[in-house]
T-cell receptor, first 112, second 112 residues
Framework: DGGITQSPKYLFRKEGQNVTLSCEQN?????MYWYRQDPGQGLRLIYY???????QKGDIAEGYSVSREKKESFPLTVTSAQKNPTAFYLC???????????FGQGTRLTVV | GENVEQHPSTLSVQEGDSAVIKCTYS??????FPWYKQELGKRPQLIID?????GEKKDQRIAVTLNKTAKHFSLHITETQPEDSAVYFC???????????FGPGTRLSVLP
C-alpha cells in the first residue's frame, strides 16, 4: 500500500525538550515538504527537500531542523528554540516540484 | 518570495448553489496552481490543478480558471452538496518549487 506516513498522530512534550516527527513515503518521490498548520490558518512551509542530502528553509524555519539521509524519509525536529511549537504538522511529498503533493495524515504536537 | 492571497475566508451557500473562491499571487514565475480540499481532521487532498499554459480546466462540478496577466485564479464549484463542506486551499508554485506557497484557506459551508 503506497503512501506517505507520519507518526505519531498525537505527541505531547514538555517545554524545553526537543522532539522529532517522523515522515516516511514509499511513493519514490524526490521532493518532500514540512508544513505547519495553526487553527483557522493556512499551511506555512517550514522546510523542503528536492533530493537526498539537500534541503532548504521555508518561510518559518527558525526553531526547526530536518535531515534527508534517505529518499524515503524526511524527519522534522522541533527544538527548544521554537517559541510556540504547539501546532498541527503536515508532511508532503511530490514526484517533482510543480506536481501534485500528497500529504501525510499529520502530527498534532502539544507542548505543555 | 511568493505571496498568495485567498478570498473569502469563509463562505456559506445553499445546497445546489455555486461557490467561487478567488486567489491572487505575486510571483510572475509561478506556473502551477493546485487546489486542495481539507475535511475536518483529515489531510489536504488535491481536487484540481491548472498550469500556466491553460486558461481553464474542468472536472465534473469543479472548474478552475487562471488569468496570468492579472495573476489570479479561481475555483468554481457548481451544484454544491453538503459533502463539499471543507476548507479549500489554493497554492502557487514555480518550475523549481521554491515558491510552493499556500493561501490561508476558505472554509466552505454548504447549508441543506
Amino acid at each position: 500500500d503506497g503512501g506517505i506516513t507520519q507518526s505519531p498522530k498525537y505527541l505531547f512534550r514538555k517545554e524545553g525538550q526537543n522532539v522529532t516527527l517522523s515522515c516516511e513515503q514509499n511513493l519514490n518521490h524526490d521532493a518532500m515538504y514540512w508544513y505547519r498548520q495553526d487553527p483557522g490558518q493556512g499551511l506555512r512551509l517550514i522546510y523542503y527537500s528536492q533530493i537526498v542530502n539537500d534541503f532548504q528553509k521555508g518561510d518559518i524555519a527558525e526553531g526547526y531542523s530536518v535531515s534527508r539521509e534517505k529518499k524515503e524519509s524526511f524527519p522534522l525536529t522541533v527544538t527548544s528554540a521554537q517559541k510556540n511549537p504547539t501546532a498541527f504538522y503536515l508532511c508532503a511529498s511530490s514526484m517533482y516540484f510543480n506536481t501534485e503533493a500528497f500529504f501525510g495524515q499529520g502530527t498534532r504536537l502539544t507542548v505543555v | 518570495g511568493e505571496n498568495v492571497e485567498q478570498h473569502p475566508s469563509t463562505l456559506s451557500v445553499q445546497e445546489g448553489d455555486s461557490a467561487v473562491i478567488k486567489c491572487t499571487y505575486s510571483d510572475s514565475a509561478s506556473n502551477y496552481f493546485p487546489w486542495y480540499k481539507q475535511e475536518l481532521g483529515k489531510r489536504p487532498q488535491l481536487i484540481i490543478d491548472i498550469r500556466s499554459n491553460v486558461g481553464e480546466k474542468k472536472d465534473q462540478r469543479i472548474a478552475v480558471t487562471l488569468n496570468k496577466t492579472a495573476k489570479h485564479f479561481s475555483l468554481h464549484i457548481t451544484e454544491t452538496q453538503p459533502e463539499d463542506s471543507a476548507v479549500y486551499f489554493c497554492a502557487a508554485s514555480d518550475l523549481y518549487g521554491q515558491n510552493f506557497v499556500f493561501g490561508p484557506g476558505t472554509r466552505l459551508s454548504v447549508l441543506p
